[in-house]
Nanobody, 119 residues
């Protein structure tokens, strides 16, 4: 059974920084992509950034230049360093693990962590 455990959310003033962490536990994961999504009230969940086990990271336009995603492969961890936070970054942030198979993919989600940016 795959479980994702997140930490690091909180309240910060505009211009501040937060670092989100997520660790995946369970069986060996094979080919996979880990990432962060967010969902603000009344809006759909959207991709913030993702990073494959091998390859380059991918960022939403809103995250480019401000957020950095990284992985610790030994710990099955993924991290999101968020700088220059703005009120529009306020959302619940979800860690995602996508396992890739020849016939498709499976998604696993963390419980979500609240990020609130005050103006």
């Amino acid at each position: 059974q795959v479980q994702l455990t997140e930490s690091g959310g909180g309240v910060v003033e505009a211009g501040g920084s937060l670092r989100l962490s997520c660790v995946a536990s369970g069986r060996g994961f094979g080919r996979n992509v880990m990432g962060w999504f967010r969902q603000a009230p009344g809006k759909e969940r959207e991709l913030v950034a993702s990073i494959p086990y091998v390859g380059d990271a991918n960022y939403a336009d809103s995250a480019k230049g401000r957020f950095t995603i990284s992985r610790n492969k030994a710990r099955n961890g993924v991290y999101l360093q968020m700088n220059s936070l703005q009120p529009e970054d306020t959302a619940v942030y979800y860690c995602n693990l996508k396992l890739l198979y020849d016939t498709g993919a499976s998604d696993y989600w963390g419980q979500g962590t609240q990020v609130t940016v005050s103006s």
